[in-house]
């Protein structure tokens, strides 16, 4: 089983944090585009067993990049990171199939911002998809393990999941 990732955004300051973090859990980053247009095609291309994908960018946006992906591949897991803190783009997003959805940060610093939990939190999610064991079932009192765990139950709010014990749930 694999752990392959393609990131998606017109801001490259936020590919490259994206693709720290992922490289950081164990994940391959093996691709990255920069439009909608270029994420389709990419994920047709690629196949990964993830994808980071924005909402606002040029060519195709990002709704419409993640309709046809999952259109063509149902299974696709799909985060959806912008900058947009819209309860009803939101919604709409995950009606839509995306797998998860994470605002971005106003700066680069991980300190002020939820993204790098939340997206360990939904690659840790990707990997019990596939049958990987999860790295941290049995969370400590560590920064990290709290910090993934508090967007795990987030997410389970937003969704109306029940927590099931384990950071990597849903």
């Known amino acids: 089983m694999s ?4 990131v998606t955004d017109d801001a490259m300051i936020i590919r490259e944090m994206i693709k720290e973090t992922a ?3 164990g994940w391959e980053v093996v691709g990255e ?3 909608g247009r270029a994420a389709v095609e990419a994920y047709r291309e690629l196949r990964p067993d993830a ?3 924005d909402i606002v960018m040029p060519e195709y946006d990002g709704i419409y990049a993640l309709e046809n992906i999952r259109a063509e591949f149902p299974d696709a897991r799909i985060l959806m990171v912008s900058a947009i803190d819209q309860t009803s783009v939101l919604k709409d997003a995950l009606r839509k199939g995306a797998t998860d959805f994470i605002i971005k940060p106003s700066s680069r610093c991980a300190e002020d911002s939820a993204v790098m939990p939340a997206l360990q939190a939904f690659l840790l999610r990707c990997e019990k998809d596939q049958g990987l064991p999860c790295p941290i079932d049995q969370p400590c009192s560590c920064v990290e393990c709290r910090d993934v765990l508090r967007v795990v139950e987030q997410w389970n709010d937003v969704r109306g999941s029940k927590p099931n014990g384990s950071l990597a749930g849903t």
Not at 3 to 6: D, E, G, I, N, V
């Open 51 to 53: 994808m980071t994908l």
């Open 23 to 25: 490289s950081a859990t």
């Open 33 to 35: 585009a920069d439009n």
């Open 3 to 6: 752990k392959r990732l393609l």
